[in-house]
Every structure is written in C-alpha cells, then in structure tokens.
C-alpha cells in the first residue's frame, strides 16, 4: 500500500474515533441533563408541598374570598305568620301614613307574639327590623327597604331631637366636634352602629356624618357630646 493511502486510512480511522466519542459524550450529557432536570422538578414539587401544609408554630394564613351581598334573613316557615297587606291597611287607617314595600318583604311577616290588631305604627317599623328590613319617610310616602339597601336611600336629616319620629325609623344625622377630632371617633362609635348603618367623618370641617335608626343616632350623639370635652389639665 502506498504510503499516502495508508496516511488517509488512518486519518479516515482516527475521525470515525473521534465522530464516535464525541456522539458518545453527547449522549452521556443528554441523559445527564434529563436527569438533573428531573431531579430538580421534583425538588420543587417536594418544597410545594412542603409550603402547601402548615409548619408547626406558625399560623396559618388565610386569606377571605370576596363576601357577596347579605342574603335576604330567612324566615323560618314554621314560625306563625300573618298576611302583610291587611297588616299596613289597619296601620294606615290609624296613623295616616302611607306605604311603598319592597316587594321582597313578600306577602306574610313574622309577628313574634303580638296581636295584629295591636301593631301602631313604631311597633310596625320594630317588627319590620326584626324581619330584616328598614323605613324611612321620603316625599310622604314611608318606604320599606331590605336593611342592607338602607345606606342609600334618601332618609330625611334630623338634626335635632323630635319625639314625632319613631325609634326604629331610619335618619341622617351631621354632628361637629370642637375639641376632638372627628376621625378619631369613627373606630370607637363604629361597633356601636349595625352593619346597615353608615359612619364617616370630615376631617377638614371635623364633622362626623351618621345614618341608622334614630334611637341609635340619639345614642350615638350623647356618646360624642360626652367625649367632645376640652381636655384636663394635667398636673406638672
């Protein structure tokens, strides 16, 4: 054989080696990265579930979904129930006021143990509160309202105490503060009010604005007349 022949058969040998090693140190690193990539998905998967269960000593976290409306109260059916409308004709004879009901209200209402024929008008408005509903007075007319559509509705403004307005009736009251400042007051008077009532203060006019039954704005009014008080000198 002549010699450059051979030369290129072993040159041909020795690229067909190298072709074969390096295919070879390919595939080694394919499987290798498979499995480092395997190994690493399921470390991941261990620390998910890790995260997922409560670690002892620490609290767990729970964050609330978004609350929907309050549902309308539920009336049991076995409770004794009387029919509505003969129930506001007797009240309108007697107190000359006139109604316009939610037609959510239904047909029937639970009484409790009082006598229909002994319902005035206050004790019609107490009866509708336990019912989960609320009134106000609006262009002469007393609207009955689910409670917790109450808040926008145009109840009228009292600004001063009347003992004409029943105590279960729902009215806006505007209350200014002189030596405390209004927004201070709103977290200590907001858990004395319903969740259908509404509290805010102004802080520029230091003005506190409150609507909800009007027993609980006279409350409310004495409770901020008794704090709004110049404060004590201290001793030095």
Do not use: W
């Amino acid at each position: 054989m002549q010699p450059h022949r051979l030369l290129s058969a072993v040159a041909a040998l020795v690229l067909m080696c190298a072709i074969g090693n390096d295919a070879a140190a390919q595939t080694r690193q394919g499987q290798q990265g498979q499995q480092d990539q395997s190994a690493e998905i399921e470390r991941l998967r261990r620390e998910l579930e890790q995260a997922r269960q409560p670690q002892p000593g620490q609290p767990l976290l729970v964050v609330p979904s978004a609350q929907p409306p309050p549902p309308l109260p539920r009336i049991d059916p076995e409770l004794p129930m009387v029919d509505l409308l003969p129930l506001l004709q007797r009240v309108e004879r007697a107190s000359g006021k006139h109604f316009l009901v939610d037609r959510r209200l239904g047909s029937k209402i639970y009484l409790g143990t009082v006598d229909p024929n002994d319902v005035t008008y206050p004790g019609l408005l107490a009866i509708l509160r336990i019912n989960g509903f609320a009134a106000f007075e609006s262009e002469g007319y007393v609207n009955i309202v689910p409670d917790a559509n109450i808040r926008f509705s145009e109840t009228r403004i009292a600004q001063t105490d009347d003992a004409s307005i029943p105590a279960d009736e729902f009215v806006t009251r505007i209350l200014t503060t002189t030596n405390i400042g209004a927004p201070q007051l709103v977290p200590i008077l907001r858990p004395l009010m319903p969740q259908s009532a509404h509290l805010a203060a102004h802080g520029d006019t230091n003005q506190l604005i409150l609507m909800d039954r009007y027993a609980n704005i006279q409350r409310i009014t004495a409770i901020v007349r008794a704090l709004d008080v110049p404060p004590r000198d201290r001793a030095p």
